[in-house]
């Protein structure tokens, strides 16, 4: 009996750590969703069979290292290969210059493994280019 509370005791101890360094995801000031690329997103996540995967995409007209800078405030950045980043170059998309960072707000070590991070992407990619800052918030 004893030892089955110390390992109970034990292991709310441990989430309740992993809590503690959980950070929470909070919307960039002034960004709104934008419920037709939501839509298109968990649509082709539904159809890849990703049925454990939301996303949601905010979007604002702020640059885009000014969005950066809030999200690395509360949330760890991870670095994607051929992905600018905050402090590289960004790749060419046609004749955009592409902007991405990626955010993590769990413990995890990369983004396969995260529960909850968000890309931040300039110009957004979707059905079309549109020259605004994509906040896209991806849970699983």
Avoid at 39 to 45: D, G, P, R, T, V
Avoid at 55 to 60: A, F, P, Q, W
Avoid at 61 to 75: L, N
């Amino acid at each position: 009996m004893k030892r089955s509370w110390c390992i109970l005791v034990m292991c709310v101890g441990l989430a309740f750590s992993a809590a503690l360094h959980a950070a929470e995801f909070k919307p960039y000031l002034g960004a709104r969703i934008d419920e037709k690329a939501t839509e298109e997103a968990n649509e082709a996540a539904r159809a890849a069979k990703m049925t454990n995967v939301k996303s949601i995409i905010y979007t604002t007209s702020d640059p885009f290292d000014k969005v950066c800078s809030f999200y690395k405030d509360i949330a760890r950045e991870v670095a994607m290969p051929r992905s600018s980043g905050t402090t590289g170059r960004p790749k060419k998309y046609e004749q955009y210059d592409l902007w991405e960072a990626y955010f993590i707000f769990d413990d995890a070590k990369d983004l396969a493994g995260s529960k909850l991070w968000v890309k931040i992407q300039r110009p957004y990619i979707g059905e079309e280019v549109r020259n605004v800052t994509a906040i896209i918030l991806t849970q699983k």
